[in-house]
């Protein structure tokens, strides 16, 4: 799981940070999660409103079927009886069997093939309101959440709803409706043989019940679980050459299996759960059939009866049981559905970041910067930042010092609206930035972290995210000004060269040079470096050094920084700990004052002095 900066292990234990891979008690809602599903496939309400008129003039059809032929029975025997079988009339009455069973499949097929585009759309907009949902939502909610459950949401789970609603409303809606068609024609046939055979929908309704209320529970731990696996693999390929490293891939190995057993057994209960019901009304609808048989043919030597109206009922039997053992299947796969469902519709449900309000600025951007009193924090129970104020003016480099976990990163997820303040208000030219609109505000930012990020695409495609609008020279441009020219023309593609999501291609230092490149491109108005040549030799830290001084002139820079030697010529050196500022001033005036920044630079330079020694 992803660890916000400032959150410790503990609390990401004992449950302090809320976690997606469990349903909250909200979201457990059978109704109201397949009410919501209705609705999105209400969307297409003509198309809707045509499936079922095909649907209805389909079951219509069937369930005419057996009558029909029962009629052709009865025309045989009539004629065995009689003297001669009319078979212009029983040809007639086959014909017309006939034709009603291929109208029947026609109008099915065209039912299917509508319902499939019906479901194809709304899952396609279910992943583009997913999509919409992950960027509405704040940096805290990825951060607090593993990837790995977020990217089951998003995959796993929205294809096991396309494939639930593909398999079961079809045969859900044709079985409801043939349930209803045949009873019809059963008590049309003999009242007394479909009072009996109606005698099996209570049993078949407590059965399904009690199967479900279990199952279900199932299907939501299985889900549940499967988030976990994904998370746990996400975590491992990223983490792969550490996990070697440290010689843990046993300890993975162990978690791994734990999850992976957790999540056979849930899926195992499931489909076990899920597919007793079949073989229980299967046995409902045989002990209906025999009794129909039996007392069917008491009727017929009775002369109540009719033997063709005793083979229509009984097919009609058969149609009755095999839909009601549809449904009750159908229900269980529609209930995995429904459970993926839920965990989706969770996500969606996440508060969002706060809406932007205000226009975007009409002016361009100075990069005149004040923090007035403010005050943030991860968790309320551990402050972080409290009553912190500083400015930077336009043009201004100002490096932000300190060690690990005092808040320097924050600063700049604070200045860039990650995360909204508990306290106090950022100006940017006079304006608080929390009535700038975040894409406004960060058009105006370029930001190089320590963690590289390159996607699957070309060098030129990476460099150009900065600008997409940028013309081919000044690509080039950009590249050369950041070293980055020199080492592309050695790969055979030059910038045609394609990097994978990890830039395997190139080496981490050449990966920074990259992400260095792609801000000089952006040409912002402020400019972010955090720890940006950490990744780099000292050679090339050096021409970094020369670059970045070109790209932060005439710019306001903040530079995140734990090699002192690269911020000596800052405008104003700010020095943290434990949130606060509790230094500033230039390099000259900190090293001076011996206080904590003297302190600093003394054990960093002292220890490479005696490390040469």
């Known amino acids: 799981m992803n660890q916000p900066r400032g959150a410790s292990v503990t609390e990401m234990r004992t449950g302090r940070f809320h976690s997606v891979g469990i349903p909250t008690e909200k979201s457990k809602d059978f109704g109201g999660t397949s009410r919501r599903l209705a609705r999105r496939l209400g969307r297409d309400g003509t198309v809707v409103i045509v499936i079922m008129v095909l649907a209805v003039v389909s079951v219509t059809l069937v369930v005419l079927g057996p009558r029909i032929l029962g009629r052709a029975t009865d025309i045989v025997f009539e004629g065995l009886f009689s003297g001669g079988i009319d078979f212009g009339r029983l040809h007639r009455t086959l014909g017309l069997a006939l034709a009603v069973y291929v109208g029947s499949y026609l109008l099915g097929y065209l039912q299917a093939f509508l319902l499939a585009g019906v479901v194809q759309r709304t899952m396609f907009r279910l992943r583009r309101d997913v999509e919409a949902k992950i960027h509405a939502l704040p940096l805290s909610y990825v951060d607090q959440n593993s990837r790995g459950d977020l990217l089951s949401r998003v995959t796993n789970d929205i294809d096991n709803i396309s494939q639930s609603l593909q398999q079961s409303l079809s045969q859900l809606l044709t079985s409801v409706l043939t349930i209803i068609g045949v009873l019809v024609m059963m008590f049309e046939v003999s009242f007394l043989l479909a009072l009996i055979a109606l005698a099996v929908i209570p049993i ?64 195992d209960g499931a489909q076990f759960m899920s597919g007793s019901i079949q073989p229980v009304m299967m046995f409902l609808g045989n002990l209906n059939y025999v009794a129909i048989a039996v007392i069917g043919g008491m009727r017929v030597t009775s002369g109540a009866l009719t033997l063709g109206d005793i083979q229509a009922f009984a097919q009609y039997s058969r149609q009755f049981t095999v839909p009601l053992t549809t449904t009750a299947s159908m229900f269980n796969v529609l209930q995995s559905g429904v459970a993926s469902a839920e965990r989706v519709f969770e996500l969606l449900d996440a508060t969002e970041q706060t809406p932007d309000r205000g226009e975007a600025p009409t002016e361009p951007t100075r990069g005149d910067i004040r923090f007035e009193n403010v005050s943030f924090s991860y968790s309320p129970e551990r402050p972080l930042i409290s009553d912190l104020s500083f400015g930077a003016r336009p043009g201004e480099t100002v490096a932000i010092v300190g060690p690990t976990g005092a808040g320097k990163t924050t600063l700049v997820n604070l200045l860039m609206r990650f995360y909204e303040l508990d306290g106090g208000r950022i100006v940017l030219d006079g304006r608080d930035i929390a009535s700038i609109p975040r894409s406004a505000l960060r058009s105006q930012i370029g930001m190089v972290l320590q963690d590289t990020w390159l996607f699957n695409g070309t060098i030129r495609e990476n460099i150009a995210f900065g600008n997409p609008q940028a013309t081919e020279q000044q690509i080039l441009a950009a590249a050369k000004a950041t070293y980055v020219d020199r080492f592309v023309h050695s790969l055979p593609d030059g910038y045609d060269t394609v990097l994978d999501g990890e830039g395997a291609a190139v080496s981490a230092g050449e ?10 491109l952006a040409d912002p108005a402020i400019l972010i470096l ?32 734990h090699r002192l030697s690269t911020i000596r010529d800052a405008t104003v050196i700010l020095v943290m700990e434990n949130g606060a500022i509790v230094e500033q001033g230039s390099h000259d005036e900190l090293l001076r004052a011996k206080g904590a920044y003297h302190r600093l630079y003394q054990s960093q330079f002292s220890g490479a002095a005696t490390e040469l020694g």
């Not at 889900?223 to 792969?240: D, L, M």
């Not at 990966?511 to 792609?518: D, G, M, P, S, Y």
């Not at 050094?545 to 820079?557: E, G, H, I």
């Open 204 to 267: 078949s309704l407590f059965a399904t019940k009690s199967i479900a209320s279990r199952s279900k529970v199932k299907f939501m731990a299985q889900w549940a679980k499967t988030g976990q696996v994904n998370g746990i693999i996400e975590e491992t390929f990223t983490g792969h050459a550490i996990v070697k490293a440290f010689g843990q891939q046993s300890e993975v190995e162990t978690r791994f299996a734990r999850t992976n057993q957790d999540l056979f057994e849930a899926a």
């Open 511 to 520: 990966k920074q040079l990259l992400t260095i490149a792609r801000a000089f």
């Open 530 to 561: 955090d720890e940006a040549t950490s990744s780099v030799d000292t050679r090339t830290e050096v021409l970094i050094q020369k670059a970045m001084s070109a790209l932060r002139r005439d710019r306001t820079s903040f530079v995140i920084a």
